[in-house]
Antibody, heavy 120, light 111 residues
Framework: QVQLVQSGAELKKPGTSVNLSCKLS????????VHWMRQAPGQGLEWLGC????????VYAQRFQGRVTVTRDTSATTVSMELSSLRSDDTAVYYC?????????????WGQGTLVTVSS | QSALTQPASVSGSPGQSITISCTGT?????????VSWYQQHPGKAPKLMIY???SRPSGVSNRFSGSKSGNTVSLIISGLQAEDEADYYC???????????FGTGTKVTVL
């Protein structure tokens, strides 16, 4: 069993950046891809990107390319996601989720979500 | 890549069976077996219900099943229960960008 605990809610101004964290439990830290999704109020889910188990490679959705960066800190068992040049339509709940290192192509464990509000 | 198409809402009485469809294209659902379904209760994180079109994770009720035909996958909930009332999302691996595309979501109401 893996638990993912995300950082707290954020209120940001347009044009700034937000850095969210996702802490994984247990000694299985290196056994998962970690993905980031978001869900705007009353809307569906959207995939932003992921980082590989090794931590040395990340893949991002093209529409977020250049604005999103996912990194992992092995010593702290934490994955971080930075989204820059924030706009009001970036207001959403952001989730991290794991995919087994065997590249199973589904998300088996999820964090509780972090609300990011972008407002002037 | 556009979002996969799901009906906005599906309803049923307790004990009945309902089917939620999810339609994509030959570039996503039609090409890969990597389709999964997630249940989301209000204010909660999504929960994996089905993976690889029709496989169930340990701990998920066998009342949930999945199937695929062409570019469309379906989630079937049999013996509908009050606790099944939630939003349901399908997702497919695409092999391109974005690597995963989600469905528009379906609200299931238990009458």
């Amino acid at each position: 069993q893996v638990q993912l605990v995300q950082s707290g809610a954020e209120l940001k101004k347009p044009g700034t950046s937000v850095n969210l964290s996702c802490k994984l439990s247990g000694n299985t830290f290196m056994s998962y891809y970690v993905h980031w999704m978001r869900q705007a109020p009353g809307q569906g889910l959207e995939w932003l990107g992921c980082i590989f188990p090794s931590g040395d490679y990340s893949v991002y959705a093209q529409r977020f390319q250049g604005r999103v960066t996912v990194t992992r800190d092995t010593s702290a068992t934490t994955v971080s996601m930075e989204l820059s040049s924030l706009r009001s339509d970036d207001t959403a709940v952001y989730y991290c989720a794991t995919e087994d290192m065997t590249a199973t192509k589904y998300f088996n464990y999820w964090g509780q979500g972090t609300l990011v509000t972008v407002s002037s | 890549q556009s979002a996969l198409t799901q009906p906005a809402s599906v309803s049923g009485s307790p004990g009945q069976s309902i089917t939620i469809s999810c339609t994509g294209t030959s570039s996503d659902i039609g090409r890969y077996k990597y389709v999964s379904w997630y249940q989301q209760h209000p204010g909660k994180a999504p929960k994996l219900m089905i993976y690889d079109v029709s496989s169930r994770p340990s701990g998920v009720s066998n009342r949930f099943s999945g199937s695929k035909s062409g570019n469309t996958v379906s989630l079937i909930i049999s013996g509908l229960q009050a606790e099944d009332e939630a939003d349901y999302y399908c997702t497919s691996f695409t092999g391109s960008s974005p690597a995963y595309v989600f469905g528009t979501g379906t609200k299931v109401t238990v009458l």
